[in-house]
């Protein structure tokens, strides 16, 4: 590890506290469960304020196999299908119970158990490199490792507890935006929801995706398996968009796919103007974006299907956002076919019926959503800041590198 400031010190794992095991309670010994002591499992440690649990012990149970430790103990998942992808680390905020894939670390009175357990998370990387195979897929983090592993900790034991003041000061801020953002997000579904009652609007009209098309129109199945190879992907090139890349009607290009200039030729008919409709037609079948400026040119890829529509009747935002609502879904729901995942093809989506209003009126609507998505998207930009400060804030303060 790097040097360390004036005041803190290097501590192993092994050196910080009490270390103890977990256990599980005879599971067909029904005195043992349904009581009040919150019983923690790999499956359950999900929160690091551990609070609560999906299944509960009884005073006798805990004494039959498992153990109970105390509020202030640091628990940690050591054996589990997460820890292929995450490393999960808790503190416990009242008296709990824990089973055999956990391990529990209570702190020296010189060392504050949440400061412990944000120091661990901290280090998720490096923990997560000693993590090893135990069959079937099966995480294991080896003990001995782990009781090795050295981290950075203040001596003084009020500059701890003032480093987790200020991480929680930020968490607090991230809950309040993201309660923010679900309410928002409340309300632009109640938007759309009271839009599309189509049962008790008699005058709406239904016609099919086929009737919509008009001639200028078309539906286009993204190229197969045997046109676009996975060996032809590249690092920088065309955009291809697959089925996980439509987030929210919307493209995101986080993780997307390329494919060479030369080949997006090969697949000229694949390429999308604005105002093309793409969906997923595997899988699920739910997603739906339409083509914005910045995404004209990009391929449609395997495993999607693009609607190009003539836009005398219906706008492709219109279409978009109906295809996403439970009449367009129950239609889909019913005409896919698949024995192992359900799959669309372009029969179906032509004989897809599609509750429309006046063009003026899709207008109307689609404006007064995009308004709304304005505050939502601003709700999500200041999440992501937030985060993204956190996570800076806590390898500063973690650290040292910055003081409290």
Not at 74 to 93: C, D, N, P, T, Y
Not at 265 to 276: I, N, Y
Request: charged share 25%.
């Amino acid at each position: 590890m790097s040097d360390v400031p004036e005041g803190w010190r290097h501590v192993k794992l092994k050196d910080c506290g009490t270390w103890w095991s977990g256990g599980t309670p005879p599971t067909e010994e029904p005195r043992f469960w349904g009581g009040d002591i919150p019983w923690i499992s790999a499956a359950s440690l999900k929160d690091f304020r551990i609070t609560d649990s999906d299944r509960q012990v009884t005073h006798a149970g805990s004494m039959a196999g498992t153990k109970v430790v105390e509020r202030g103990t640091v628990l940690f998942i050591v054996r589990g299908m997460s820890l292929k992808k995450e490393f999960r680390v808790g503190v416990a905020q009242r008296r709990v119970a824990f089973g055999q894939d956990c391990k529990a670390l209570l702190p020296h009175t010189s060392i504050d158990g949440t400061f412990l357990g944000l120091a661990l998370k901290a280090r998720e990387r490096d923990i997560l490199a000693m993590v090893d195979e135990a069959g079937h897929g099966t995480g294991r983090l080896p003990t001995d490792l782990m009781q090795r592993l050295e981290i950075a900790v203040p001596t003084d034991l009020v500059e701890q507890r003032r480093i987790v003041e200020v991480l929680d000061a930020l968490d607090e801020q991230v809950v309040s935006a993201s309660q923010e953002l679900a309410k928002r997000r409340k309300v632009e579904a109640g938007f759309v929801a009271s839009i599309f009652k189509v049962d008790s609007r008699p005058s709406w009209q239904t016609p099919t995706v086929g009737a919509l098309l008009g001639g200028g129109g078309g539906i286009q199945i993204g190229p197969f398996g045997s046109q676009l190879h996975s060996y032809e992907y590249v690092s920088d090139g065309i955009p291809v968009i697959m089925p996980q890349d439509i987030i929210g009607r919307s493209v995101s290009p986080d993780k997307i796919a390329r494919v060479s200039t030369r080949k997006s030729r090969e697949l000229a008919r694949h390429l999308l103007v604005a105002g093309d409709v793409v969906l997923g037609r595997r899988g699920d079948l739910s997603r739906c974006a339409v083509v914005r400026t910045e995404n004209e040119g990009w391929l449609c890829g395997t495993g999607c299907l693009r609607i190009r529509l003539d836009g005398s009747r219906v706008l492709p935002e219109w279409l978009a956002l109906a295809y996403t609502q439970d009449y367009c879904q129950r239609q889909i729901a019913a005409m896919a076919v698949g024995s192992t995942m359900p799959n669309i093809n372009s029969g179906i989506v032509k004989n897809l019926r599609v509750p429309v209003l006046p063009i003026e009126g899709q207008s109307r609507a689609i404006s007064a959503l995009d308004a709304q998505r304005v505050g939502l998207s601003a709700a999500e930009l200041k999440i992501s800041k937030l985060m993204h400060m956190k996570q800076g804030l806590v390898k500063d303060l973690l650290s040292g590198r910055v003081r409290v």
